[in-house]
Structures are given as C-alpha cells and as structure tokens.
C-alpha cells in the first residue's frame, strides 16, 4: 500500500551533446575533473577517517600515466570492524520509517541530476567511457534511484491478504540485516548505486566494496549519499582487494546478505562462501549474483540487413565492447551471410579508437593492461578458430586501446564462440536457417541477452518462445536497457535472474512477515 503519492516514474532524459551548449557545458566538467585528479582518499567507518597506508592507485585508461584516485585499502580486521558496525546501526536504521529512506533516494537523485556532466567526466576519465556512454549511465544511476524510491513506497506498510472471519491479518516487507555490494567496473556508477539504495531503502544496512579499477567514481557517490542525509552508521565504502576483503566481507556471520554483479568465476565463489555455514552464525545467506553474459544477435535471412548491422556495430564495439549485454557472436542466416559481414566489416574499419576525452572518438581504451591482454590473446585464438575481416588496426599510444575486431566462419565449438572475451571482438557465424540459428544461439552456458533481426513474425514468436535469455530484444540492439521497461538479468551462468530496475527486485533486499491477531 503506497504511503505517499509520488509522480509516475518517467527515465532521465539524456544531455544531447550535439547542442553547442551542452558540449561546452561537457568540455568545462571535464576541466573541472582534471583539476581534482590524483587526490588522496582515505576510508571512513562508522564516521571515522583511517589511512591504512597501502594504497591502491586508479588510472586513466585512455591515458595511463594519468592518476585518477590515490585510496587507501582496507585490511581484512577492517572489514569484520565494519560488518560489526553495520550490524550495530541495523537496529536504527531498519526502524527509520521507510518514508524518510524514500526521502533520502529521491533527494540523492537530485543531488545526481546536478551533478551530472561532473559524474561523466569522473567516468570518462576512470572507466574510459565516452560522452555518450557516460551520460547514459548517470541517467540509468538516477533512474535507480527514482524507480527503487518507488518501488519502496508501493512495499511500505500492510500488503494486500486474505482476512479470516474473527482476525486482522496482515503481511508487510521488513528488511534483512547487514548486506555486502559487489560491483564491478563496467558500469562503476549505475550498478554500485542500484545495488547500494536498493540495499538502503528497503531499511538494510549496507558494505560496498568497489572495483578496484573504479574506486574515485564510488568514492564520489558515496559523498552524494551522505549530502542526500543518508547517516554515516548505514552504509560504509570499503575499498580494498576483491579476494581478501571480499572473501572476509562475504564468509562473516552477521553478513546478511550479499549483492553481486560481476564474472562468472567471483560470483560462483561468492555463492559457494556464503553457503557455508560460519560459527555463530543465525541465518541462511541470501546471494543475489548477476554474472557474465554471451549475448547472440541472429539475423534472419529476411531481415533488414543494414538495420541489423548498425545493431550489431552499436551492441559489440560501445563501451569497446565491455559490457555484460554486449553483442559477442552474429549469427547470420546463410541467405544473408555474406552481404551482412561485408557491410559490418566496411562499417566497423570506420570506427575511430582514441581517448574517450576526445568525443570524435566513437571507441575509447579498455580497462586495463591484464585486460588488453586477455582480449588480445583471444584475438590471436579467433584467427586460429575463423577469418579476421576486421581488427589489428594500428592502435594510439599511450593507452589500452585495441581496434574493433571481427572474426568470421566461427564454429560453434570455438573459445570465441562459448567464452565471454569482454573486449571488442565479435564472432561471426553462419546458420544454415533459423532453426539451427536459434539451436546456436541457444549454444551456451550463459543466458543473458539477445536480439533478433526478421521480418518473419512467426520467427519472432518462436525466438519469444525458445531463445533462453533473460533480456530479449526484437529488430533492435540487445544493449540498453532501460529502468523499469526491461528489467534485466539473465538466465544459467549469467547469475540468479534479479532483475535490477523492475518490480520484483526490492523484494530481494526484503523479507516478508506476517501477523494475525484474534479480534474479540
Ligand atoms: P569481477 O568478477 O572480476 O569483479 C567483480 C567484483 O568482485 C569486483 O568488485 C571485484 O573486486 C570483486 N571480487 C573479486 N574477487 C572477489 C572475491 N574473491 N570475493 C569478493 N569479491 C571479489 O568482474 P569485473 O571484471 O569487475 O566485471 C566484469 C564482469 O561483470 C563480466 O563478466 C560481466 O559480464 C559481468 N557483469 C554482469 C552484469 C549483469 O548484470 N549480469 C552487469 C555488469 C557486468
């Protein structure tokens, strides 16, 4: 039952940059941010500000001499210090009245709206995002924060039950206890915030433990929670190593529950730590895992072919092909093979590669040195397993940048084909007809997103019926969703199928109680 009336939740519009205002507007955060980089930050638990020493140091992937953020990491004996301080505030954060946590989001998204080009900036410069990319982002991190406000105001208070003769009866949403946010870095702002005020409005208190790659961007969000009056006691940003923090925060008693969206590898340890059973420990740990992704594009031998290439270009090569619904295998009807691949190979050789500051550059660098490595290493397999049409295009110096890479005539057996690469390569395979594009598709241990190209309705209806993804898009890119009209998640290996940003996603940070009490 809603307890405040609050306007139809609508997503944030995007700064058009074509507008000379807006690109000056761009360019002068962009000088502002530069001006900040290199900064030192220290840890805060429970409103205490502690320099460990060890520093963990953040670049500019487009520029790597560049120092983004300087931050002192957390130890494991901080990590159980701030689960206990987590667990010490629960008592008064859960009592808060779920309308005052709505409050705090709803003011956290203005604080974000405000802020805006300043946030792109801080990704432009950390993850590597161009304009675009970034400004997409700050308005999916707003959007969570509108959504879940309303989400928690709809969950508020009694929910609809049966009434027995002779009793009141009544169920209402309570939360669960200390949570641990695992995000990763591709989506360093959108999915730490999602995670993190889905945590804290549903009345959790909350440990976020960033990546490593993005640790300023969490740093600045993090300052946007306490201005929107979120108190210090609820939630802690402990940045620090993935596997020995990490471990300490997921294995620790009072840990509640733990949010997660990253690889495969981490999510599958994280599950297996958090089902073992500590001393002392009163529950069963909830995990919720969003993981990897092997995302297919098939295009049907009727469909609009160029329609189908800019789809595909747009779902492989942006944010150069780091993202977790990214575009990684074509699978194209024979019929339309081989005009489909000439097009895409002409259109992608166009692509220009460069620092992600410079927004002529559609593709900036990827993450990082082991990341380049991997992807180039993965290339060099792809040319063993298929035909490279597009890619080893001179790269700029100076940063992670690798050029968009197209291999074609892949096998379904090929690593390139079964094994997310989380770069800009993109395998190309021919299927005999839509049966057997729909079987390849269908040819992985991922389920995360997808799209079909056809004109043919009752092809559309038969991808509706057995294309396995969690996120399924017709005639269009399988990248972007967007806040409340897809929610998203996906199926098998891409993890537990949460749905961040729809209806059901507030309920995993709840637990459900019910209460009858016998009248006269
Ligand atoms: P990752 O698994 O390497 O790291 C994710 C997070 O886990 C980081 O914060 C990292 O520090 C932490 N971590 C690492 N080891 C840990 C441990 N032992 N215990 C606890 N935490 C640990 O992933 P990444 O490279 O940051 O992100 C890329 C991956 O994320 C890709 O596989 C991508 O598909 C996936 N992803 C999935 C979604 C989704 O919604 N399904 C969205 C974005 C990204």
């Known amino acids: 039952m809603a307890t405040a009336t609050l306007s139809t939740f609508v997503n944030e519009p995007y700064t058009d940059f074509s507008q000379p205002a807006n690109r000056q507007a761009m360019e002068q955060a962009l000088q502002k941010v530069r001006a900040e980089l290199g900064r030192e930050y220290l840890l805060r638990i429970g409103g205490e500000w502690i320099a460990t020493g060890e520093k963990l140091v953040s670049v500019n992937p487009s520029r790597t001499s560049e120092v983004v953020g300087v931050h002192h990491k957390a130890t494991p004996e901080l990590a159980n210090r701030a689960v206990e301080s987590a667990q010490a505030y629960f008592a008064q954060w859960s009592r808060t009245p779920a309308q005052e946590r709505v409050g705090m989001l709803l003011e956290a998204a203005r604080i974000l709206r405000l802020r805006k080009l300043e946030f792109d900036a801080w990704m432009v410069f950390e993850a590597g995002k161009t304009w675009i990319e970034a400004e997409a982002e700050i308005a999916e991190a707003i959007d969570f924060c509108e959504y879940y406000a309303r989400e928690m105001n709809r969950l508020d208070g009694p929910q609809p039950v049966v009434q027995l003769p002779g009793e009141q009866d009544e169920m209402v949403y309570i939360p669960l206890g200390v949570g641990v946010v695992i995000p990763p870095w591709n989506f360093p702002l959108a999915i730490l915030a999602g995670m993190t005020v889905a945590s804290l409005v549903s009345g959790n208190t909350a440990i976020v433990k960033p990546s490593s790659e993005t640790p300023t961007i969490a740093a600045k969000f993090a300052e946007v929670l306490l201005e929107a009056g979120f108190p210090e006691g609820a939630f802690t940003l402990l940045t620090g190593s993935g596997a020995s923090v990490g471990d300490v925060l997921v294995q620790h008693p009072k840990t509640r529950f733990v949010s997660f969206t990253g690889s495969r590898d981490v999510g599958l340890r994280i ?192 991808a509706k019926e057995r294309f396995h993804v969690g996120n399924l898009y017709f005639n269009r890119k399988c990248t972007g969703a967007m806040v409340g009209a897809h929610p998203f998640g996906g199926f098998n290996m891409s993890g537990t199928d949460s749905k961040a940003g729809g209806p059901d996603y507030l309920l995993l940070f709840l637990q459900a109680k019910s209460v009858a009490t016998k009248i006269g």
């Not at 942006?318 to 295998?329: D, E, H, I, L, V």
């Not at 024979?334 to 410079?358: C, N, W």
């Not at 940048?401 to 291999?407: A, H, K, V």
């Not at 390139?416 to 729909?438: M, N, S, W, Y």
Request: charge should be negative; glycine fraction near 8%.
């Open 271 to 462: 599950n297996e730590l958090a089902a073992r059973h500590q001393p002392g420990q009163i529950w069963i740990k909830r995990v919720i895992a969003e993981m990897g992704g092997k995302d297919a594009i098939i295009v049907d031998g009727d469909a609009d072919v160029d329609k189908a290439v800019e789809g595909v270009l747009f779902s492989a090569f942006g944010y150069q092909g780091q993202k977790c619904s990214a575009c990684s295998r074509a699978i194209v009807h024979a019929a339309v093979y081989h005009e489909f691949l000439e097009k895409l190979a002409d259109r992608a050789k166009t692509i220009q590669v460069g620092p992600s500051d410079d927004p002529r550059n559609y593709m900036g660098p990827v993450i990082s040195e082991s990341a380049r490595k991997s992807i180039l290493q993965y290339i060099e397999a792809g040319k063993q397993e298929g035909r490279l049409v597009a890619g080893d295009a001179p790269a700029p110096d100076g940063g992670y940048y690798i050029s968009p890479t197209i291999i074609a005539d892949v096998d379904s057996q090929a690593r390139i084909f079964q094994e997310e690469i989380f770069g800009p390569v993109l395998a190309v395979t021919r299927a005999k007809d839509f049966e057997h594009a729909l079987e390849l598709a269908n040819d992985s241990v991922y389920g995360l997103t997808g799209a079909v190209f056809s004109r043919s309705p009752e092809h559309l209806r038969q």
